[in-house]
């Protein structure tokens, strides 16, 4: 990563972060400097910039920082784990509303979730991932359950999630929440714990991150050239990537499944990704990804494997427990270690891309 200083202006930035491919495209920074653009999932700098001290710097998840530090902040140190972060609980979930669950990805929590904090008055709005054109999503704000699930299911792509919430935030007064990937959810907890001081205000309207488990997310250019050549026209109901056994994208036609191999999918993912050492979200509240037990990939994507966090996202598990939105059933006996050594394989392959682009930089 790269060293975060006082005194750095955003053209450094932009040099350092944005032309080097560090850039995850999460938005931190963008409705907060005039010259910062979000634009088909990057981050484009329209004009340098002389400010010796902006907000790109002090967000950019990308930016050097002491996050285990950071991790002190949010969560109980006694809950910490080095693998996957601050750690209450892994359970297995789905929705019981079978609505849900068919515009779900997978079991449908999330939605469910996120339905359940607006119809509960927990939270007024919460920012979501939208497909506005094919492959290309774009981050909308939710006010209700018929915009959550209009939004419902795996984007593959990436969406300015921060920059919505940026936008957002700095309208009305209610409590806001956000559904981010790993990159954004660094950047909400950099936001959260060192905002300028004309965004105290706005950053205390922020009361609920659900995180999303993530690899790796697909420059959309090249997934829909890549999708638009394997289906050769046909109607696209769904796309899927099974656990890594199975060595595939999953595309559904009217005409049935057509498979990709995970070598073309490969070459979809952007420079960015390569550099990612955080694969379960551990800046959000809740944690949620697709489940993997012995029961095998046809039950278990219709389930969710989650993480609770903090006591906001274990309040939220309970209550949906308890208003019975979520089905629960027992996680097999290794899951957890199984999560973990998947979490440390991805940290260690960031941070030695990380390290290899620093020795590069040098030898330059």
Avoid at 107 to 115: A, I, Q, R
Avoid at 227 to 233: E, I, P, Q, S
Avoid at 304 to 327: D, P, T
Wanted: net charge negative.
């Amino acid at each position: 990563m790269v060293t975060e200083q006082k005194n750095i202006r955003q053209s450094n930035v932009s040099a350092s972060i944005i032309e080097t491919g560090l850039c995850t495209g999460c938005g931190g920074c963008v409705g907060l400097c005039p010259y910062l653009r979000s634009h088909r999932g990057e981050t484009v700098a329209l004009f340098e910039c002389d400010r010796q001290d902006g907000t790109c710097r002090r967000y950019c998840p990308r930016m050097e920082t002491d996050w285990d530090g950071l991790s002190q902040d949010f969560f109980d140190a006694a809950e910490f784990t080095p693998e996957i972060g601050a750690f209450k609980g892994l359970y297995l979930t789905r929705a019981t509303d079978p609505d849900i669950r068919s515009r779900s990805q997978h079991g449908g929590t999330v939605s469910t979730l996120v339905c359940l904090a607006l119809e509960e008055g927990m939270i007024d709005g919460c920012v979501v991932a939208k497909e506005e054109m094919p492959m290309l999503p774009q981050s909308i704000t939710a006010l209700n359950r018929d915009e959550v699930l209009a939004a419902a299911g795996s984007k593959f792509g990436n969406a300015p999630s921060v920059a919505e919430f940026n936008r957002v935030s700095a309208q009305g007064a209610g409590p806001l929440g956000v559904v981010a990937t790993p990159c954004q959810a660094r950047a909400l907890a950099k936001m959260r714990t060192n905002p300028a001081e004309s965004d105290a205000s706005r950053m205390d309207r922020l009361k609920l991150v659900i995180g999303l488990f993530c690899g790796w997310t697909l420059d959309w250019r090249r997934l829909r050239q890549m999708v638009v050549d394997a289906t050769r026209g046909k109607t696209i109901l769904g796309m899927d990537i099974p656990p890594s056994s199975h060595a595939c994208m999953q595309v559904e036609t009217y005409d049935g499944m057509i498979e990709i191999p995970i070598d073309q999918v490969n070459d979809c993912v952007r420079e960015c990704c390569d550099y990612c050492t955080d694969m379960t979200a551990e800046f959000a509240d809740i944690s949620v990804g697709s489940a993997r037990s012995p029961e095998g990939w046809d039950v278990d994507r219709h389930w969710n494997q989650v993480i609770v966090r903090s006591r906001a996202g274990e309040a939220l598990l309970s209550l949906a427990r308890k208003k019975g939105v979520l089905e629960f059933k027992p996680v097999p006996p290794g899951n957890l270690d199984k999560l973990k050594t998947a979490a440390t394989g991805k940290r260690k392959r960031g941070e030695s891309n990380l390290n290899n682009m620093e020795v590069r930089e040098c030898r330059s």
